[in-house]
């Protein structure tokens, strides 16, 4: 039932990042179709940040979509919440607060 509970929460948020992944997609695509002519340069340097902005956020986005992905396999799997450097079991108050965690808190800083 644990594994069933983190599931849903998961799957929750993928719907979610799915759908933040999409729109800022859209957003992108929309701005590359040179429907708009810039002729101060200064707003081309905002425009070129803004862009360079959202492609950031995007690529944030998309590594929380594939650890969240990856999450939900080892909840098929049979190893979610197994450490993966030491196989043992993650403390259950980490993966609450952090559902895609691979390994405890302790061991993060020996990586």
């Known amino acids: 039932m644990e594994n069933e509970a983190a599931r849903e929460r998961l799957e929750a948020e993928q719907a979610r990042v799915q759908g933040l992944v999409q729109g800022l997609r859209g957003d992108l695509s929309d701005e590359g179709d040179g429907s708009s002519e810039i002729t101060?340069?200064?707003?081309?340097?905002?425009?070129?940040?803004?862009?360079?902005?959202?492609?950031?956020?995007?690529?944030?986005?998309?590594?929380?979509?594939?650890?969240?992905?990856?999450?939900l396999a080892r909840i098929d799997d049979g190893t979610y919440g197994v450490d993966e450097v030491t196989g043992e079991p993650i403390d259950p108050a980490r993966l609450e607060v952090f559902p895609t965690a691979r390994t405890n808190v302790d061991d993060e800083g020996q990586r």
């Open 40 to 71: 101060d340069p200064a707003d081309t340097g905002s425009d070129t940040f803004e862009r360079e902005k959202d492609l950031a956020i995007l690529e944030q986005l998309e590594t929380e979509l594939a650890e969240l992905q990856a999450a």
